[in-house]
């Protein structure tokens, strides 16, 4: 890689990261071309690197399209990932992040500006964006369609809505199968999309808007998610194009030119060892939501060493990319953790814990039914009692009494 000739900013502070923030990726994760391009721009910005490099594997993904994938069994996995970036507040400087990514991506494909779009509200509206010819209407002439999303609460809105289309068509695009609503008025159907998600969300607005629904249908773990933080202080900012000169803008055009003719791509030997070694770590789900979250582990990484592999022109996935893969997904389980903590997912599961959590005494089988003034069906209450149980957050002391004994819950809280 050629030397950044753009120098870092004066008083570039460092800010350090709040108590209880997860560890960073491994140094593993910026490898090749991705990481170097993470790395030249990191010193010109107050976002954390992490963010830049997510969007930027993303970005890159979604401009090679379908024309590199890598197989397994039956299934096609091809470069389009889904990401999330969580902020610990607003000022994360998650746009800034994204700027940056954008202003790269352009100026390596000219075309790039035109497939990023906003506003997923429908699973019609973005089967429309990518739909096939039908009579007259010629349909859409790229099928390649990149999703920013800065306000990512509003598509978690969108899917929680009843009948709503969001959530299947985005979870058929991930899949990259065929997407198509069945509607008298816009029966639309689009075959062989490429559709990239990127969102933007604080924690705050993901706990409280994040259901178990949106976990247990998979619609949420096709996501990959990214803590990201301001990380320091430029009072004057940076440089606006911190690649000028470098040589890793040519680099990036012509890697993902050529990543748009590479047809499959397979593990290299050193990779194909390193996979069978780690793949039975990653099958292990996790518990609670956070566990949920990373259900497909084994195929967020394959995604992500694959495009790894295409930004480095390479035509076989190696171990450092597969390691570089690990790594950033590593950093993705901790940032659930961080995020989501040991919440279920289940209102009211989570409710019931926050009663215990302000009732040092406990509570008793009625007074807990009492909470929703009895208008939860005593199974749902056993079911969120369970889970509560099962994940080490609540446990029940039976207590006698002039008649029959009675359960007293009480919260287990950490430490």
Known sequence: MSALPVSPPPTAGAI??????????????????????????APH?????????GQLLVAAGSAAGRGAYFEV?????YPNEFVVLVGDSAKARKGSSWDYVARAMEK????????????????????????????????AADKRLLAVET??????????????????????????????????????????AHVSVIGHITAAELAALLSSVEVANGFMNRFVLLACRRVRLLPEG???????????GQELASAVKAARGRGQVRFGIDARAYWWDTYPRLSVAGAGLAGSMCARAEAHVLRLALTYALLDGAASISYAHLEAALALWDYSARSAAWALGTSSG??????????????????????????????QPAIAIDQALASLAQAGRATATRQATGGRPVDIWAARLPG
């Open 16 to 41: 350090e990261a709040p108590p209880g923030w997860p560890d960073p990726p491994e140094r593993a994760a910026y490898s090749g071309l991705a990481g170097a391009i993470a790395d030249a721009i």
């Open 45 to 53: 910005t107050e976002a954390d690197p992490v963010a830049v490099l």
């Open 73 to 77: 069994e039956a299934t096609r996995h």
């Open 108 to 139: 390596a494909d000219p075309g790039f500006p035109a497939r990023v779009h906003a506003g997923l509200s429908t699973g019609e509206g973005l089967i429309w964006a990518v739909r096939d010819p039908n009579g007259p209407d010629p349909g």
């Open 151 to 192: 306000e990512f609460a509003s598509v978690l809105k969108a899917t929680g809505r009843d009948m709503g289309t969001l959530s299947p068509v985005l979870r058929n695009a991930w899949d990259g199968r065929a997407l198509q609503t069945l509607t008298r008025t816009a029966p639309a159907r689009a075959t062989g």
């Open 238 to 248: 940076g440089a606006p194009d911190p690649l000028s000169g470098s040589g890793l």
């Open 346 to 375: 289940d209102p009211v599961a989570e409710q019931i814990h926050a009663a215990l959590v302000a009732s040092p005494s406990g509570l008793s089988r009625t007074q807990i039914r009492d909470l929703f003034a009895r208008n």
